[in-house]
């Protein structure tokens, strides 16, 4: 059908036609693509929080549909209007058995209130009955203290942009052990110097990282000494003499990995906290360092007047794997992936009996 000349021409010089093809076809996709996405917009549209100064990259994009949808917990927190006590109203201390010291102010009737919600809250139906004298009992006692504590005396971090406070549902989401808690794990062996050799563990400590798994009990569990590890990262330029004393890339990673457990505890990137142009340095950071910072010593305290005590309290079942150590929080263990738990939830509003501690609650604002 065609020349001689033009059959040996294509022969000598054959064409794939598939390569062009595919080319063409992945061009005309994108452009269809732009086309409805200018036309009928962006199918998936972010919001943007700024935390620093516009044009320094300091902000923490969102996708629209995860705001809106906020958090499926809010919708089972259990709460009631408190009743307000009257010159007659008995204590449920003097009235009833196993009331704790921490609730010696309270009335029969917002006592038995609490342990509704309570129970509710942690999903343990007999928690603090009558008669009920198990290591439940003990660890109530002990949590509703800690809860009192952090509302009195934590309102700088629990309450920085909104007076929200915290109660058994912010941590249990009505399970009787709350997700989000972590146990010691290292070190499980030893290299020639002496550091934690784990690092290529794949762990849910590490978020699935080959960075360290044992930065929570560096950070926030008291040493030998009683000291708590602090943040450090290897010096900013190159070729400098490590002196003794210097951070070694052992504690950088260190800090990575706790950098990296805050970003995934509360759902935001690096710039939340700091200015990415100079994470090294303090005077550029936004508020919420500040706010950070004051719950890392928060969960510390917690730790180590609370949770730590709780060891000889606790059955072997509920103690960890490798250390038999009780299960301890930290940041994700509230806050779950968001900023705020719960979305910013005011859970206090109807619970003066958790706001204080060693006081009378508040019924005030109920009269």
């Known amino acids: 059908m065609f020349p001689k000349w033009f059959d040996k021409w294509n022969s000598d010089n054959p064409t794939n036609i598939f390569g062009p093809a595919i080319a063409v076809g992945v061009a005309g996709s994108a452009v269809f693509v ?64 196993g009331v704790p010291d921490s609730l010696a102010n309270v009335t029969v009737e917002n006592y038995e209130r609490l342990l509704e919600a309570m129970r509710s809250w942690t999903g343990i139906e007999d928690l603090l009955e009558p008669g009920n004298d198990g290591y439940q009992t003990e660890v109530a006692w002990s949590m509703i203290e800690m809860t009192q504590n952090i509302n009195q005396n934590w309102a700088a971090h629990v309450q920085a942009n909104a007076e929200v406070g915290v109660t058994c549902y912010t941590c249990h989401r009505g399970e009787p ?40 009990e560096h950070f926030l569990l008291q040493d030998e000494d009683g000291f708590y590890g602090v943040a450090q990262v290897h010096d900013l330029a190159s070729r400098v003499e490590n002196l003794e004393g210097d951070p070694l ?22 710039v939340f906290c700091h200015n ?3 994470f090294y340095d303090p005077t550029q950071v936004t508020p919420q360092w500040s706010t950070a910072s004051l719950g890392i010593i928060m969960v ?26 009780v299960p301890k929080l930290a940041c994700r263990t509230c806050h779950q992936g968001e900023q705020q738990p719960l979305n910013g939830l005011n859970v206090i509003a109807n ?8 006081d009378v609650p508040d019924y005030s604002a109920f009269e």
């Open 34 to 97: 732009a086309a409805m996405i200018v036309g009928w917009g962006q199918p998936f549209p972010t919001d943007s929080q700024q935390t620093g100064p516009r044009g320094t990259g300091m902000s923490v994009p969102e996708f629209v549909s995860d705001l809106e949808a906020g958090d499926p917990a809010i919708e089972d927190f259990v709460t009631s209007e408190p009743i307000v006590p009257t010159a007659g109203s008995a204590l449920a201390i003097d009235t009833l058995e």
């Open 276 to 278: 990415s142009r100079a």
């Open 351 to 358: 619970w003066p009996e958790l706001a204080v501690l060693d």
């Open 177 to 216: 052990v709350p997700n989000n808690i972590w146990f010691r794990v290292g070190p499980v062996n030893n290299n020639a110097a002496g550091w934690p050799a784990i690092q290529n563990r794949v762990t849910m400590t590490s978020n699935f990282t080959s960075l360290p798994s044992t930065y929570l």
């Open 249 to 270: 890339i052992q504690q950088a990673e260190m800090t990575y990995a706790w950098m990296n457990y805050f970003s995934n505890s509360l759902g935001v990137n690096c």
């Open 300 to 325: 510390q305290e917690q730790l180590e007047q609370y949770i730590l005590p709780l060891e000889d309290v606790l059955p072997a079942e509920r103690l960890g794997p490798i250390y038999a150590d």
